[in-house]
Each structure stands twice: as structure tokens, then as C-alpha cells.
């Protein structure tokens, strides 16, 4: 930080009245912490979320032609590729508020006041990752109405490839088609319960087949650590700590050991494996960090989806901030995504709450 600017963190350690401080610089600290929760956030996300202020794109629509054996006064029959279909992304409006009284800005320390602030970021990331985790787990399509908008329109919706008969385009390299009728990004084990090397290597396939090249990642729940880790096939990166003396093979990279909750552990496959707090227990989550993104996160305007101070409410003796943040998460690059419940032999979405 800037010398002499005071930040949230000195807030916190700060136990002096807000009226002493000044109610001017604690706000004015608490913008600079909503600033840096901003810029962090949009980090976070960027290696599966796209930001954009598209309403409707077009998806699909690359098909396939094949090239006719003709002799020389032959013409071939003329064809055509499949039109690709619309996808849609929600814009939502989201709010909370932190409210006191005058008196309390005389009897109040400036951490109190900072706390209560630090709960509504906390609020905001939990909010973020259920509107994600909704557009990857849950398996159907929707059409809701963007009602915040002037001439709202029904949008369509989409989740990852579900079989509902729209175009998927072919493999870029080998060229392979897919029934989009049958297709599905959505999977579950052979036996439930029960996690098997062929039911994970399903998993990476089933976003692999669809790319060339990329930077193809598997993230689970913690929960899920144990068995993955016992898969033939797995390769560990190791604790940085210790020397490897065995005859298993290992991975280069060392293992994030400060960070229990949010770390790559290993390799299956062409994907890195990476413990992720977000993800459902009893479900993986493939990608490949390396192509079009899979989720879109909408805002109004360019820069307008974040986290701000939306209103000012001064009615003695009360007095509130209202915070807000306006934006919408939706899949978009389709194939570019598969889950797969890990404890049911047929696939049902996970609960999810905020």
C-alpha cells in the first residue's frame, strides 16, 4: 500500500472509536479493501471465467463436410453445415447491507466497523462460487427472462454438452463428430462408491477428444484426495520437505504444502490434479485451462460486475451502506467442461447453497 494510506488490516487492529478516526478515513480504507477484493476476485477466476458484457453468443454451428470421389463431368452434391445454436448469459443482481447508528459510531471501534465489512467480501465469493458451481453442476438447460435490462429477453440458457440435440463441432485435429442426441459431459462411476481408473480416464477423455492441445486440469474435493491418490496412474508431487527414495515415480513440481485446501497434487492422465475447496464432495470437475473458456461471467458494462458501495442511507439515527454486485455466470464454450458424481452410478447435481 501506498505510505501512510490506511488499509483494512489497520483497521482491524485499530481499537480506537470510529468517531475518533474519522468516519471519512475508515470509509475511505474499507473502498481500498473493496478495491484490492475486486482485483482479486476477477485473478481467481481467470482461468475458467471470461468476462464479457455479451448478452447472447452464437456456439456450435462448425460441422462437418466430406469431399466427393467425382469423375472428370462429375459435380459433387452441394452441402451444408449444421447452424449452431444461441447461448445466453444471466445478469443478476445481488445485495447486502451493513447498517448502525449514530451511537454507535461513538462507542464502535474502527475493527468492529472493518469486521463487518470483511463478512460482506466473505459474502460475495461464496455467492460467485455457488452462481459457478450452478452453471457446472447442474445438468439441465434454463430460459430466464433478463429482466434488468431494457427489452428483456428470454435467454437461453445453456449447461455443459447434456444431449439435448445441439451442434457440438468436431475435434479440430482428428477431425472425429459427436451424436449431439447421445453426447454428455455429465457422468458417473461404474459402480457407486467406488472411484476406478477407468472411470477418471472417462472423465479426462471426454474433454480431451474435443482439443488438440491445451492445459488440461482435474479438480476435486478434499474428500476425494485419498482415492484419487491410490489410482494406478497417479504420479504425486512431493512434499519439498523430504527426498524421494523409492523406485515410484514422482512428479517435478513440489507439492503446495501451506495450502491444504487449494493445491495441485499430481498428474493423471494429461491432467493435473488440483485439490479445490469449491468442488462438491462425491464429484470431479475436468477442463482444459488452455482453450476458449468454459464459463462466462456477465456484467452491465466493462467493469461494472464488481463488488461496490451502491447506496448511502443517511436517517438519524440510523445510517447503512448497501453493497452490490450485478453480474451472471453461464456456460459458454460447452465442451470445454465434464463432471462426474463419484458416488451414484447415474448422475443427479449436487445441492447447492450459499
Not at 18 to 29: K, L, R, T
Not at 199 to 208: I, K, R, S, Y
Amino acid at each position: 500500500m501506498p505510505y501512510g494510506t490506511l488499509s483494512i488490516t489497520d483497521l482491524l487492529s485499530n481499537q480506537n472509536t470510529i468517531a475518533s478516526i474519522g468516519e471519512d478515513v475508515v470509509f475511505e480504507s474499507i473502498q481500498t479493501a473493496l478495491d484490492a477484493h475486486n482485483i482479486i476476485v476477477r485473478e481467481q477466476m481467470v482461468d475458467l471465467v471470461e468476462i464479457s458484457t455479451d448478452r447472447i453468443r452464437r456456439y456450435g454451428g462448425l460441422d462437418t463436410m466430406t469431399m466427393d470421389e467425382i469423375d472428370e463431368y462429375g459435380a459433387p452434391d452441394a452441402q451444408k453445415v449444421t447452424a449452431g445454436t444461441n447461448v445466453g448469459f444471466p445478469l443478476k443482481l445481488f445485495g447486502t447491507a451493513v447498517q448502525w447508528t449514530r451511537k454507535y459510531t461513538q462507542t464502535a471501534t474502527g475493527a468492529e466497523l472493518a469486521e463487518q465489512f470483511v463478512a460482506a467480501q466473505d459474502a460475495d465469493v461464496r455467492q460467485i462460487i455457488a452462481q459457478i458451481k450452478k452453471a457446472l453442476f447442474i445438468p439441465t438447460n434454463s430460459n430466464p427472462v433478463d429482466r434488468l435490462v431494457q427489452n428483456a429477453l428470454t435467454l437461453p440458457v445453456k449447461a455443459l454438452v447434456n444431449a439435448d440435440g445441439a451442434v457440438i463441432p468436431p475435434n479440430p485435429i482428428t477431425g472425429a463428430t459427436f451424436n449431439a442426441a447421445t453426447h454428455t459431459h455429465y457422468l458417473a462411476v461404474a459402480t457407486g462408491g467406488t472411484i476406478a481408473t477407468t472411470d477418471v480416464t472417462a472423465l479426462t477423455t471426454t474433454v480431451v477428444e474435443h482439443y488438440g492441445m491445451g492445459e488440461v486440469r482435474l479438480y476435486i474435493n478434499q474428500a476425494q484426495e485419498a482415492a484419487i491418490r491410490a489410482l494406478t496412474g497417479f504420479v504425486a508431487f512431493i512434499d519439498p520437505r523430504v527426498i524421494s527414495a523409492t523406485t515410484i515415480t514422482v512428479g517435478r513440481a513440489a507439492l503446495d504444502v501451506a495450502n491444504l485446501y487449494d493445491r495441485r497434487i499430481g498428474v493423471y492422465g494429461p491432467a493435473e490434479v488440483w485439490v479445490k475447496p469449491w468442488i462438491p464432495a462425491n464429484y470431479l470437475f475436468c477442463f482444459d485451462a488452455g482453450v476458449p473458456k468454459t464459463l462466462v461471467m456477465r456484467e452491465r458494462y466493462a467493469g461494472t460486475g464488481d463488488l461496490v458501495i451502491a447506496a448511502e442511507d443517511e436517517e438519524y439515527p440510523l445510517r447503512a451502506r448497501r453493497l452490490e454486485r450485478e453480474f451472471g455466470i453461464g456456460v459458454w464454450n460447452r465442451t470445454n467442461g465434464a463432471v462426474m458424481e463419484v458416488d451414484a452410478t447415474s448422475y443427479s447435481a449436487p445441492v447447492i447453497t450459499v
